[in-house]
């Protein structure tokens, strides 16, 4: 390998990289797990395979990036993923009603079924170029990282694990998601998890960058987008009619009014009007108005209280400007409520958490418990173990047009992965 994978697991005064083990928080029992497992002679060819085949992950990352995946147009991309499972050595392949792409590993019990996955979508629209440039070792293109690069961390573990033939007892499920980013809601993982979906026992998600960062905690947060509609008409002919844009400023200040002294203490919450429209002309009476409005929250209680003063917020302002009109028939209005994320949290001493982090300190690197929205918030709120893990290498410039990843070590990703998934889904014993 191009770097040894001897990390010293010295139990009486263990250290990885320049970190003391306490300070990570690992359990000597996961350490220990984690190391016997590298030691595997099947884990650990599936682990050199990883590093041998970094040129053919970084062929299919520039594959995937330039087949655009904007939300809710995933297909064409889902489509070529389910070959490459197919190809990567997948027992079988399907795309659900909700357009998730799943590639199932049988295991020898199948007691139990991990899932592990990476988001087919991208934030950028329709229309986007997404073809791949590439300055020395640098690749630049919308998407390249988040996360086109997790699904290929997908794909590179489930091609390793066949081809060294690494046998688990519990099934895997290689998944690639829908609707992670923007007003796709979560809504491939709210389908896997539905009363009578498949429903993982575990779930493990690659999404973000680096090594280090796993997110055990889902930030919740509700979106909303307002309409105020009225009869419209010119701004002088049609003067004293119920203006929705006055209404929607009048519920903008009435819910920061409130909002504020809410979110000034406590567990953090935050608010953001983030789009604002309608209207035809300067100089006419506008016949609707329209606002996004994003709020979060660590807490549940803190998220649902936000939530009740931002709608009340907006009936108050309706009621107000509908007060003062003059003529015309009364203002009425939309609110759609247009994401819903839950929130939640898994415990540090959680056995999958204790995993990501031995898992990660095996290549010398202390890993960092962190809160973020991904695909885990689902399972974790509805307490199912979840984390999500690094896609590794080097990148910036997430859901910008001149985002960019260096393929740098991106192999460590796939062998922590391995590590990790394997972990869960339990290496099977000798058929008796």
Do not use: C
């Not at 390793?160 to 809601?185: P, Q, W």
């Not at 979110?263 to 953090?268: E, L």
């Not at 936000?306 to 009364?330: Q, S």
């Not at 740098?408 to 008796?432: F, M, N």
């Amino acid at each position: 390998m191009r770097r040894q994978l001897t990390t010293l697991f010295a139990l009486a005064g263990l250290t990885f990289g320049s970190q003391p083990l306490a300070a990570q928080q690992v359990a000597r029992e996961y350490v220990e797990e984690i190391r016997t497992l590298a030691d595997n002679a099947a884990v650990s060819a599936a682990m050199r395979l990883a590093e041998e085949h970094d040129d053919w992950a970084l062929e299919r990352l520039i594959e995937l990036t330039e087949i655009p995946a904007p939300p809710f147009m995933e297909e064409a991309r889902g489509e070529r993923f389910a070959e490459l499972l197919l190809e990567a050595g997948a027992d079988s392949v399907w795309t659900d009603r909700e357009g998730n792409v799943i590639g199932l590993r049988r295991g020898r019990s199948g007691a139990r079924t991990i899932g592990f996955g990476g988001h087919l979508d991208t934030v950028f629209p329709e229309g986007t170029d997404v073809t791949i440039r590439q300055v020395g070792d640098t690749l630049f293109a919308p998407g390249v990282g988040d996360d086109t690069r997790g699904l290929v961390v997908v794909l590179s573990a489930l091609r390793a694990m066949e081809e060294a033939d690494v046998r688990t007892d519990g099934d895997i499920l290689f998944v690639g998601v829908v609707g992670e980013e923007g007003l796709g809601d979560l809504r491939g993982m709210k389908h896997l998890y539905r009363e009578g979906g498949l429903r993982p026992d575990v779930w493990i998600d690659v999404d973000g960058g680096g090594l280090a960062r796993i997110v055990s905690m889902g930030l919740g947060s509700v979106r909303y987008r307002v309409t105020f509609k009225g009869p419209g008409g010119h701004s002088w002919g049609a003067f004293g009619t119920a203006n929705p844009a006055h209404a929607m400023s009048r519920a903008v200040r009435y819910f920061q009014d409130v909002a504020d002294t809410l979110t000034r203490s406590g567990t953090k919450t935050s608010y953001n009007v983030g789009r604002i429209g309608g209207g035809t002309s300067v100089n006419s009476v506008p016949f609707e108005s329209w606002m996004e409005v994003d709020m979060r929250a660590l807490s549940p209680a803190s998220l649902d209280r936000i939530e009740e003063v931002f709608l009340a917020a907006m009936d108050r302002a309706l009621e107000e400007e509908n007060g003062l009109r003059r003529e015309g028939r009364p203002l009425t209005v939309d609110k759609d409520r247009i994401g819903l994320r839950p929130s939640g949290e898994m415990a540090d001493d959680a056995p999958l958490v204790q995993r990501a982090l031995a898992s990660t300190a095996y290549f010398g690197i202390e890993g960092e418990l962190a809160r973020s929205s991904t695909d885990s918030n689902v399972p974790i709120a509805l307490g199912v173990p979840a984390v999500t893990i690094g896609r590794g290498g080097v990148g910036a410039n997430g859901h910008a047009p001149d985002e960019y990843w260096i393929n740098r070590d991106a192999y460590l990703a796939v062998q922590r992965a391995i590590l990790l998934v394997v972990a869960e889904a339990k290496l099977a014993g000798p058929i008796s």
